[in-house]
């Protein structure tokens, strides 16, 4: 392929405007060429001079779209993406990659017979954050690590009358997805997970909290949310035969493209909050936060592409998020550890 990349993106709620429009127009090699929505006023207000188009039979069967990004709402992904995988085009699919493990499984199998790339939005590997604590673990600033906690917490004491508070599987399909590719990247499959997930809030539709615990044999690794905490700045807790690192806050690149920002600045994806290190000696250090950046997402997808890189999050990672995901549902059905 030469020239720049088409793409249609499907749905434009959080994640097509926040996620995905924005980096489809900041990135170089990547054009927008089309938007399935059924509010074209809506996407107007943010990109007047978009195409709107009513389905994605419409979308598929439009000229020049190379690459489909699919956001639409989880329990249609695998259907999206099958449909355009098997119209010839490639394929990004926002988390969860699907709603059960069978499906995900499906997706993988058919991008393979397809030959056309399929990748996932893992986004939270560029956050700044979770860069900052890859280059501690690469630098033995933590020595092993024995304990890691890692939450994504919220206020949010009320359910919205939102599809995506009744999702399949709550919050651990819609926040979990991110906690557990993170682990992933860091320490690979675990031996088993134990999983605790519940339903906190009254009358919340689907799962507002999780706590997993993923079990590898010099290490715990534990994944928690829950939508009741009003202190909810706790990000990482990290210790390790070295010395711990703590974390607080958020990496800021969501609520700057929600805001409606675009994607560029000397300042962009910079978290001032440092995280703290406390080494052996009891030493307490200010570490500052690499900068965050999802361009790098985008970027190498572009190259994934044209054959000069390579796939930014391949499939077979997706899968294995889709794994302990699953395995965590039965945990918590059980009552017991499930192996992986």
């Not at 890189?309 to 699953?326: F, I, K």
């Amino acid at each position: 392929m030469s020239g720049d990349i088409g793409v249609g993106l499907i749905g434009y709620g959080l994640g097509g405007r926040a996620f995905h429009a924005p980096y489809v127009r900041a990135t170089p090699g990547l054009t927008l060429r089309a938007i399935v929505s059924r509010d074209a006023a809506k996407v107007h207000a943010d990109l007047p001079g978009a195409t709107v188009v009513p389905d994605v039979e419409t979308l598929l069967a439009a000229p020049g779209i190379d690459l489909v990004i699919v956001s639409s709402p989880d329990a249609l992904h695998a259907q999206h993406a099958l449909g355009a995988l098997a119209a010839g085009k490639h394929v990004v699919v926002d988390k969860p990659f699907a709603t059960s493990l069978a499906d995900a499984r499906r997706l993988v199998a058919a991008s393979e017979r397809a030959d056309r790339l399929l990748t996932v939005f893992h986004n939270r590997r560029w956050d700044a954050d979770f860069l900052t604590l890859r280059a501690l673990l690469a630098d033995g600033r933590l020595g092993a690590v024995a304990t890691f906690e890692s939450h994504f917490d919220r206020w949010r004491p009320t359910a919205a009358a939102t599809w995506k508070e009744a999702r399949a599987g709550g919050s651990w399909f819609d926040l979990g997805p991110h906690l557990v590719d993170q682990a992933l990247v860091l320490f690979g499959l675990p031996l088993g997970i134990t999983a605790d997930i519940a339903t906190l809030r009254t009358d919340a539709p689907a799962p507002d909290y999780f706590h997993a615990t993923l079990r590898y044999p010099d290490k715990r690794v534990v994944l928690h949310s829950s939508k009741i905490v009003a202190d909810h700045r706790l990000r990482f807790a990290v210790h390790g035969t070295a010395g711990s690192w703590i974390k607080h806050g958020i990496d800021p690149q969501e609520a700057a493209t929600f805001s409606g920002r675009a994607p560029g600045g000397d300042d962009w994806g910079l978290d001032t909050e440092d995280g703290l290190l406390t080494d052996a000696a009891g030493t307490q250090q200010g570490i500052p936060t690499l900068r965050g950046d999802y361009r790098r997402f985008w970027s190498a997808l572009v190259a994934a592409i044209h054959g000069t890189g390579a796939n930014p999050v391949p499939p077979r990672d997706a899968l294995a998020v889709m794994e302990v995901l699953d395995a965590g549902e039965r945990s918590a059905a059980g009552h017991a550890e499930v192996l992986l």
